[in-house]
């Protein structure tokens, strides 16, 4: 069971907009940045989303994120069938001397 | 451009212990407020975050793992090392190094870039 929590799935068509929340709690999310990364299998990770809000260089603009309280969401525009992936929500998390937790993983579909 | 590059054994007998290396190129680990961390992904689990070291020798390990873990840096060689003691299958994985950031206001962050390739690393007699 992950410390953030995410769906495990969602889909889209082309075209469409999808959105990917995360969920989380006062000792991570509240009072750290919560970071995005897209994870296409046989390759690592990559930084979608940095600072809760901020697209690295090289993220089209049709990624987007907010956090708000103990939760933020990661919203993909104008679906592409190239943005299949799994996509991870992380955060610093307070407790416990600190350490770093991620979410779940939801894996996005384009149909 | 900073490259990082996992290096191991590739297969690790349960009991155990695992010993990784992660060569840095274009950065050096003794230099710069960042985060040389170690993160995880099981067959078919999503990815965990095993620890890091900052520059100044400070370390953090995920609580879960901590008693099993040490992560060092060589600044003469450029490369940081995680040793994993009594491990089991449950140890199988990809693992990946990144460099992680540390923000002097905010401190440490959840923030990785860039990535290592990534080495599979199996568990098994």
């Known amino acids: 069971q992950s410390v953030l929590s995410q769906p495990p799935s969602v889909s889209g068509t082309p075209g469409q907009r999808v959105t990917i929340s995360c969920s989380g709690s006062s000792s991570n999310i509240v009072g750290n940045f919560l970071f995005w990364y897209q994870k296409v299998p046989g390759s690592a990770p990559k930084l979608l989303i940095s600072r809760n809000n901020q697209r690295p260089s090289g993220v089209p603009d049709r990624f987007s994120a907010s956090k708000s309280g103990t939760s933020g969401s990661l919203a993909i525009s104008r679906l592409r069938s190239e943005d299949e992936a799994d996509y991870y929500c992380?955060?610093?998390?307070?407790?416990?001397?600190?350490?770093?937790?991620f979410g779940g993983g939801t894996k996005l579909t384009v149909l | 451009q900073v490259q990082l590059q996992e290096s191991g054994p590739g297969l690790v007998k349960p009991a155990e212990t695992l010993a990784l290396i992660c060569s840095v190129s274009g950065d050096a680990v003794h230099r710069g407020d960042y985060a040389w961390t170690w993160i995880r992904q099981s067959p078919g689990e999503g990815l965990e975050w095993i620890g890091h070291i900052h520059h100044s020798g400070t370390v953090y390990y995920n609580p879960s793992l901590a008693s099993r873990l040490v992560i060092s840096s060589d600044a003469s060689r450029n490369q940081f090392s995680l040793r994993m003691t009594s491990v089991t299958a449950a140890d199988t994985a990809i693992y990946y190094c990144?460099?992680?950031?540390?923000?002097?206001?905010?401190?440490?962050?959840?923030?990785?870039?860039?990535w290592g390739q990534g080495i599979r690393i199996s568990v098994s007699s």
């Open positions: 990144a460099r992680g950031h540390f923000d002097t206001v905010t401190g440490y962050s959840a923030w990785f870039d860039p």
């Open positions: 992380a955060s610093w998390d307070d407790s416990l001397s600190g350490h770093v937790v």
